[in-house]
């Protein structure tokens, strides 16, 4: 063999050996992201919810999700076109949302939100999903003051940010813009009717005295109202003495909704337990809705 192929053979060798060591070992593979909520769904894949579209100022920029007959909406799509700084922590048991450094706060055992010095009723609570925090649409359009309309068949969600900001409030908040007097004798009348009821019902007992206020058929104040005598006590919790009871934290909440414009119970201005008997309210009245253990009426062909 020429001594030169005797020289080549060994720095082949080298060569194969140096090869195979670089070699790189393939990584293992990562585990898939976890799918955004509203992402675009693959050919062939269901989507993970109905999806609505929603048009910000006339421009098509987020997607609703329809979960349960609510609709959803993530914050983040509506705040990034308002340049409304936001985050959010928590979970499905509790969270806090920061918009342009005010917070909102949520938690699982409750039907309703707190922030900015407000109570915000919402039954339908909340959800996560994909790193984003999605809110029943009413509530977060309530949040930051915008107009939301969905057209008649359900196909798409129309949202105006023509008056758009974070929602006022303070600590405050009540005191300024509600009677002293009607938050008292409000929070006292729905704890002496309902502190064993569900929020909803509580709520519906306010809606009644309010809507007697509202109503040319009895007096125009909520202490008139409650103390209405003409023809008969109106509320039990008058002829026993329940009213001056000292109401807990949730009734005075529920109280605060009801001034804030909340209703459970439509143009209800009667209710009764029928489990005292309910026969002229039946005969009489046209039922609205039970709660709990009240049911509510509005006036026949009203």
């Known amino acids: 063999m020429p001594p030169r192929t005797k020289l080549l053979i060994p720095l082949l060798l080298l060569c194969l050996l140096l090869c195979g060591c670089a070699r790189t070992v393939p990584a293992a593979a990562a585990p898939p992201a976890e799918p955004q909520l509203l992402s675009l769904p693959q050919p062939g894949q269901k989507p993970p919810c109905e999806q609505v579209p929603v048009y910000i100022d006339g421009l098509l920029m987020d997607r609703a999700c329809r979960k349960d007959g609510e609709l959803y909406l993530s914050p983040a799509a509506i705040c990034a076109w308002l340049d409304i700084s936001n985050s959010w922590q928590g979970d499905e048991n509790a969270f806090t949302l920061t918009l342009q450094g005010v917070e909102f706060s949520g938690d699982s055992s409750k039907e309703y939100l707190s922030g900015n010095g407000r109570y915000f009723y919402a039954p339908e609570g909340w959800f996560t999903a994909g790193g984003q925090l ?169």
């Open 134 to 302: 999605y809110l029943p649409c009413d509530l977060l359009c309530r949040f930051l003051c915008l107009d939301a309309s969905l057209s008649e068949d359900g196909s798409r969600l129309d949202v105006s940010t023509l008056n758009a900001r974070v929602i006022p409030g303070g600590e405050d908040y009540y005191d300024l813009n509600f009677p002293s007097e009607d938050l008292f004798w409000l929070s006292q009348i729905i704890y002496a009717e309902s502190w064993q009821q569900p929020l909803a019902g509580q709520i519906g007992v306010g809606n009644v005295v309010l809507n007697r206020v509202d109503s040319p058929d009895f007096p125009s104040t909520v202490f008139d109202v409650i103390f209405d005598m003409e023809h008969t006590i109106q509320f039990e919790p008058i002829s026993n003495g329940s009213v001056y009871a000292t109401p807990d934290e949730q009734s005075r909440i529920a109280a605060c909704l009801c001034l804030d414009g909340y209703n459970t119970v439509g143009d209800s201005l009667y209710f009764v337990n029928p489990a005292h008997g309910s026969g002229w309210f039946d005969s009489a009245l046209d039922l609205t809705i039970t709660i709990g253990g009240h049911n509510f009426y509005s006036v026949r062909g009203a």
